[in-house]
């Protein structure tokens, strides 16, 4: 391809992506596509940045190709012995729970397949070639997912709206008894905030603490959290009780009954750990709830695993079309065997 016209082509299709992004984005900012159209920007961006570097020097543009090509199995290498350490970290600070395993699980997987790949590789088995490429296929569909999910994590993040809102909704994660644990705390201190300062520009959003009684909980997780609230110096007649939910989903549906029975037309700011927040995101859009999600810090050695759990929720969240995709891919390998 003539240099110039991969400029204008790569553009071109960056382009398309772009307006695609915005678009949903100003539509809806609670949908993963706009994370997938945002990593296609990107990735096509960054082809019409080599090809415009090439106009201007070839050996510029070969080193550009030559770094990223030796950046990719660094970058794994790098990863699956961070999320290995990590992994022991969670287990040694966190409990054996499977959901506390996942990045050990997921940094143990990135040796063990590159081991596989290598050893494989040296054997003449059509097999074993049909079996490797099948499972790069949809360790490279998933990664992809993956990258998209964090991409759009970060951006969500700092891209604030400056609409008013009626309230702040603050999510429960569990109980310890009575006692509200770091994790929670960090919630209830950054809907504090988030509180004081609209209050300081005359506007008087309620507080909704949400969460019912779990196994191993002394108290509503919403009683706790409201008393947090009060010790810290919220009046509690700024706070409203939901204390019915056992799920993220019911969170967000019982709040939305208690806002929209206060206010039909009500906006709202929903608060959660940042690691949940673009989850939480897409639950309050299938929630129709009309409001958008804030995180809150989370310590950084748990952030890998639970960052892991919640995109495996995503892709349970869109187990049809993961799943059809993942089949077509098992099925091409299955055909390739056959011929």
Not at 1 to 28: H, K, N, P, Q
Not at 105 to 121: K, P
Not at 199 to 205: L, T, Y
Not at 305 to 334: C, M, P, Q, Y
């Amino acid at each position: 391809m003539d240099g110039e016209c991969g400029v204008i082509i790569s553009f071109g299709i960056a382009g398309v992506w772009f307006v695609l992004f915005l678009y949903t984005w100003f539509r809806d900012r609670r949908v993963l596509r706009n994370g997938v159209y945002l990593v296609l920007t990107l990735f096509f961006g960054g082809i019409g940045t080599v090809f415009a570097l090439e106009q201007v020097s070839d050996t510029a543009a070969r080193l550009l190709v030559i770094a990223v090509l030796v950046a990719i199995p660094i970058t794994i290498f790098v990863l699956a012995i961070f999320l290995t350490v990590n992994g022991v970290t969670m287990w040694k600070r966190e409990g054996h729970r499977p959901a506390n395993l996942l990045s050990l699980a997921a940094g143990l997987g990135i040796i063990a397949f590159t081991i596989f790949g290598v050893i494989t590789q040296q054997w003449s088995s059509p097999f074993l070639d049909v079996v490797r490429s099948t499972m790069l296929l949809a360790l490279t569909y998933v990664s992809f997912l993956f990258v998209c999910f964090l991409a759009y994590s970060f951006v969500y993040a700092r891209i604030r709206g400056s609409r008013k809102v009626d309230f702040i909704v603050v999510l429960g994660s569990g109980l310890r008894g009575s006692r509200v644990p770091p994790l929670l705390a960090s919630r209830l201190d950054r809907a504090h905030l988030t509180w004081q300062r609209a209050r300081a520009k005359g506007r008087s959003p309620l507080l909704i603490t949400s969460g019912g009684q779990g196994p191993g909980e002394d108290v509503p997780e919403s009683h706790a959290m409201a008393k947090y609230l009060v010790d810290h110096g919220v009046p509690a007649d700024q706070i409203l009780l939901e204390d019915r939910s056992t799920s993220t989903f019911e969170n967000l549906t019982f709040s939305r009954t208690i806002m929209a029975g206060l206010d039909p037309e009500y906006r709202c700011l929903i608060v959660t750990n940042n690691y949940h927040a673009l989850r939480a995101a897409f639950t309050a859009r299938k929630a129709k709830v009309n409001g958008q999600v804030l995180g809150s810090p989370t310590a950084t050695y748990f952030w890998p695993s639970a960052t892991i759990r919640e995109f495996a929720a995503v892709l349970l969240d869109h187990k049809w079309i993961n799943g059809l995709i993942l089949g077509l891919i098992f099925l091409r390998g299955l055909f390739v065997l056959a011929f």
